[in-house]
């Protein structure tokens, strides 16, 4: 911390903040929308519609069930 201290003025030690947030908010989203299509297709699609219910997952199915896992974030957006 010294180091950017003495070698970054105020302004940049904000901006060099601002994007370490800023990377650390895309990871958390990549991981969320990973977990989504995991859940949607794996455990939704295979599981549930073609191996419990003995049906294809439609069209509409799919755009509810793709939503639903990430539903903690629509909160902040």
Do not use: F
Request: proline share 5%.
């Amino acid at each position: 911390m010294q180091g950017i201290d003495l070698l970054l003025s105020p302004g940049a030690r904000g901006l060099m903040l601002v994007a370490m947030l800023a990377a650390l908010a895309s990871t958390i989203d990549t991981h969320l929308n990973w977990g989504a299509s995991y859940w949607s297709h794996d455990i939704y699609g295979r599981l549930w519609c073609e191996a419990l219910c003995g049906r294809k997952p439609s069209g509409r199915d799919w755009c509810g069930w793709r939503a639903w896992p990430t539903w903690p974030c629509w909160r902040w957006r």
